[in-house]
């Protein structure tokens, strides 16, 4: 029996976010006596047991941010001279894959992968710039380019945006299939009857806008007294949201839930998701919001490229709370049937995992022969 190809994927810590959570997805679909994921990364992360289990291994080195610019390509350089037994990199970092397959290339490293997942930069003038720098060294450096959308591609990769492979945020559908049991479980769990619930799942930066998410909820709150507000995740805004919400005295109406494992469940609890990012590559959570058939309000800065066909987005420009609020009221009036039904909508659009898995494990196979 041969041994199973190992590739390298480089992220900052593994994890809930959009990206790793695509990768994991991968990672567990993908057939591991063929293909075997190591991982690169700079700090600990929620998946990493999850990854020892699967047979992966997990590298550290410290990120630019602790160590200087020149630490951190000095850490780079050291890892792949010494690591240069991979075939394939897999970098995940958006415009900071520069400087990885730069350091991977030069150590011969054969394949360099660089994939989008977003459509803008984190950060202040400092950090996008430096960022920007980083980018400059991709397109020498990259052997294969991939992303999430188009959009994706054309924020990353510019005009070579149309040599980009588009690889689907793929799910399972089943895990998100509307159950009403589910639903009532979860809502008894959270301590909800039969209030309106508006969900959000995301990282707390400033590219998620939910400063703008809850000055929509104070306002839609005032109309309808009977409603929630959960917002699962965690992040460096955590603490600004939450001081927001106490001078909005909203206290008892917005729920924290924190990093959670169960969302599929999560989701059946919601009546509404309410997602007002200012840039997205090609958000998970808005594929996973339409498997569990729930109606979705978000930005039109999000590419439409989101949009399964189910019927269940609506995108509004961010220029005035007043329109959301109105439209959440629109909503909030509707009787929507869930049905299981959108999940082969969602098949046919190639979101199934499972096909994702097979295609990327074919373009690695046939690219380490």
């Not at 994890?15 to 006596?33: C, K, S």
């Not at 098949?347 to 022969?369: P, Q």
Request: glycine share 8%; net charge positive; proline share 2%.
């Amino acid at each position: 029996m041969s041994k199973p190809i190992r590739v390298l994927h480089v992220v900052v810590n593994m994890n809930r976010g959009g990206a790793e959570t695509l990768v994991m997805n991968l990672y567990r679909n993908i057939d591991r006596t063929k293909v075997q994921f190591d991982f690169l990364t700079c700090k600990e992360g929620i998946f990493d047991s999850e990854i020892k289990e699967l047979g992966g291994t997990i590298h550290r080195i410290p990120y630019v941010s602790e160590v200087g610019h020149f630490g951190y390509l000095k850490s780079l350089n050291n890892f792949f001279s010494t690591n240069n037994e991979y075939t394939i990199v897999h970098s995940h970092l958006n415009r900071m894959s520069g400087f990885v397959l730069r350091a991977a290339k030069r150590a011969g490293i054969r394949y360099c992968i660089t994939h989008s997942h977003n459509t803008g930069g984190e950060g202040g003038l400092l950090a996008k710039g430096y960022k920007w720098y980083s980018g400059l060294f991709i397109p020498s450096n990259s052997d294969y380019t991939l992303a999430c959308s188009q959009a994706a591609a054309k924020w990353l990769f510019g005009r070579k945006s149309n040599d980009a492979r588009l690889l689907n945020n793929g799910i399972e559908p089943e895990m998100f299939s509307y159950s009403p049991d589910i639903r009532m479980r979860k809502r008894k769990e959270l301590g909800i009857s039969d209030q309106i619930v508006i969900g959000h799942v995301g990282r707390f930066t400033k590219q998620k806008n939910h400063m703008f998410l809850i000055e929509v909820f104070a306002e839609f709150v005032k109309r309808k007294p009977e409603s929630t507000l959960l917002l699962c995740g965690d992040g460096v805004l955590r603490k600004d949201i939450e001081r927001k919400v106490y001078e909005l005295n909203l206290q008892k109406e917005v729920k924290f839930l924190g990093v959670r494992s169960d969302i599929n469940q999560l989701l059946q609890a919601f009546d509404l998701f309410l997602f007002p990012s200012l840039h997205e590559g090609l958000p998970v959570t808005l594929i996973e919001a339409q498997a569990a058939g729930i109606p979705c309000l978000i930005s039109d800065e999000i590419t439409n490229e989101v949009d399964m066909g189910l019927d269940l987005l609506k995108f509004l420009e961010l220029t005035s709370v007043d329109s959301w609020v109105a439209e959440l009221e629109n909503f909030s009036m509707e009787q929507r049937e869930r049905n299981t039904s959108k999940l082969k909508m969602l098949r046919d659009k190639g979101y199934d995992i499972k096909n994702t898995a097979s295609w990327l494990e074919d373009f690695y196979i046939s690219n380490s022969r």
